[in-house]
């Protein structure tokens, strides 16, 4: 497995993204593979900035934590994101703590728009693999 491992990952460190342009063909790929209603001719459903941080999350310049499983998600919207907005998201590791093949890693993540403001926020708690010892 290629990535960072949980003896790489840095409490504190913060990962920018790249930013991303809101389309309408974002929203129409969106509801055709969710099957939800549109929200308005220029609303955004409110999963899709969520949906599109993590993608950008893979074109940061590190590699991507090696997660064995993700355990969980504490997530709030402050405000919708619209057709034509540009995000990014940024994140901070928080804390980790070790287990015996791996451990858990706490990162806070928001979602920015193009004046600086959080559209959404919240938690990822991931287990995260430790790197295998070489055998003799």
Known sequence: ?????????????VQVSPAITVTETHVA???????????????????LPLCLS???????????????AFVGLDW??????????????????????PMRDGGFVLEERSIVDQHGE?????KFTFLVAKRKEASP
Do not use: C, N
């Open 76 to 97: 709030q919207i402050v405000r919708p994101l619209r057709v034509g907005d540009t995000m990014h998201a940024r994140s901070r590791i928080l804390s980790k703590r």
């Open 29 to 47: 790929m969106y509801l055709g593979l969710t099957r939800e209603l549109p929200v308005g001719p220029v609303g955004v459903p409110d999963v």
């Open 118 to 122: 959080v559209v959404q926020q919240g």
């Open 1 to 13: 497995m290629r990535g960072t491992y949980f003896e790489d990952v840095v409490v504190h460190s």
């Open 54 to 68: 993590i993608g950008l999350g893979w074109r940061i310049k590190d590699p991507p934590m090696a997660v064995l």
